[in-house]
């Protein structure tokens, strides 16, 4: 696994250092005459305030980084890249396909690192014996999906744009928008909250300054999936800061980063 990970993020292995080579065999001496021989002392009594001086310790190797702490500051290197490109399309910078691309491409960079991450380096020695082929193919099986994601400006209320296969009836959306925008702490409380609806899907709430977005998904997110959304709805609000604060808004100059994981 570290092999993979120092692939993934550039990092090139260190090659391993030649063993020294043998000591040579020490010359037979003439033995002593008791006048001429003197104590020999152990090396244990070599030490710091005696005759002689201490044994060499071994030269101890520097503390090197693991390779998944590695990954997990490369990790952090891709959200600030992420941020940056928000601002960078918001100060028009760089244009809408050059925005769609560069974050597919640090998207697919987070996701293969972060499942690299999550594979214990010792399972092929075990996958034989535990069926881990058939685990990895139930988690894929019944991850949450998004399905469909919607807009709501927050000040009038309205939506400003659906993506995907959004299908909720707005007599249930309205009163949940409602009770979310409210806070209540018995419903949902005052941050990203999802809740179960019908079909065995689940929609989520995720507040921001300008909107509110709701996401639908297959069946009830990840605490990983809530927080990948609620970073989503963070990056969309910077990158159109711009454009959500000069009302009215027009939708079709907005950018939406959403439909990268409409096609997962």
Known sequence: MQDKFRRLIGIKAKPKPAAPPPPPPAESAAPATAAESKPV???????????????????????TISTRQQAEEYLQRLQVKLNHLADDFAEGVINREQFQKLYEHYQRERRSIENLLAVDSNTTELSAATGEGQSVMIRRQHIARAQ?????DNESGMPLATLGKFELDPALVAPMLSSFRAATQEIFGGGIRSTAIEGGRWVCFVPGEFTTLLAVFTNEPAEKQLEYIEDLHRLFEKANRHRLTQPPVDADAL??????FLKK
Do not use: D, M, N
């Open 255 to 260: 950018l939406f980063p959403h439909e990268f």
């Open 41 to 63: 002392h152990s090396v244990a009594e070599k030490r710091p305030g005696r005759q002689g001086t201490a044994p060499l310790a071994p030269e101890s190797e520097g503390k």
């Open 148 to 152: 469909g994601y919607s807009v709501y």
